[in-house]
């Protein structure tokens, strides 16, 4: 008998993927995971029935959401992660030599924990001695930390759950606090063709905040839609303004110096959204 693992969204739409085994499922307490081997993306991720991450796709979202910011940023030394307990994002801050230190702050020790022990050659960073794991709530640690970081990386789930409060404008005001002054604020803003109405309300809320404001785009395969977007504030760094000849060469598979420029060329319907708010 074949076993199938299905993500739903709208109640009208699914995305599946065939499961070999299933290689633990609990209820921590603050979520449903579960971790699957998948016949075809190797090792699967999953909180409350959303796909996260998966072995043979994640270098997409994890270069994305790092190496934009990072080479925007003209010498990022502290980077703040909040989510992103499987530490993926982590693995791609650490490629960056400038960088002193990356705190983690992760709501879900179990999450961390499954990731090191299921997902190595994802959550490999996480051992290393730049990294400081913080386990507990990330809005806490950005509203206790004022002028500390300059690169804020929001690697949260889908708005439901324990990740509600990383899509409100009290939180991105918070870390605007947290930010030095020519700080960097990068999060995953979901896909429009699900949420294009949330990506409208949060754009809303970062032009109230930062200065600069820009989207940027990318395609993974696993997620819902596959079209994938990220919102940037920035206070100071334009990422479009970047020189893409200074940007160093880093083992990526996904990132490049001109796809940082063609990232932020948007598709004229999610154009309209952002410009919209």
């Known amino acids: 008998m074949e076993l199938w693992f ?5 109640d009208c739409i699914g995305y599946s993927l065939k499961v070999k085994r299933t290689l633990n499922s609990e209820e921590t307490k603050y979520q449903k995971l579960d971790v699957i081997e998948s016949e075809f993306y190797g090792r699967v991720l999953v909180l409350d029935g959303i796909l996260q991450t998966t072995e043979k796709d994640e270098f997409v979202y994890h270069e994305m959401i790092v190496h934009v910011p990072l080479f925007t940023h003209k010498n990022p030394k502290n980077v703040l992660i909040v989510g ?3 530490g993926g994002a982590v693995k791609e801050i650490l490629k960056h030599d400038t960088v002193e230190r990356i705190v983690l702050a992760e709501i879900d020790e179990r999450v961390v924990e499954n990731s090191k022990k299921y997902l190595p050659s994802i959550s490999y960073g996480l051992n290393d001695k730049k990294v400081e794991l913080m386990i507990g709530d990330g809005i806490k640690y950005v509203n206790e930390h004022k002028n500390e970081f300059d690169v804020v990386i929001v690697d949260s789930t889908d708005p439901i759950g324990p990740a509600v409060g990383l899509f409100t404008e009290d939180f991105y005001r918070s870390v605007y606090d947290c930010l030095r002054d020519d700080g960097i604020i990068v999060a995953q803003t979901e896909s429009p063709f699900i949420y294009g109405n949330l990506i409208n309300k949060l754009s809303k809320m970062f032009k109230k905040i930062y ?15 596959h079209l994938w977007t990220f919102t940037m504030g920035s206070k100071k760094y334009d990422p479009e303004a970047v020189d893409v000849n200074n940007i160093p060469e880093i083992e990526t598979k996904y990132y490049t110096p001109e796809l940082h420029k063609s990232s932020f060329v948007l598709p004229k319907f999610l154009k309209d959204i952002f410009e919209e708010a």
């Open 6 to 10: 299905t993500e739903h969204h709208n």
């Open 211 to 225: 200065p600069i404001v820009k989207p940027y785009i990318c395609t993974i395969p696993t997620y819902p839609g």
């Open 84 to 86: 992103g307990g499987d």
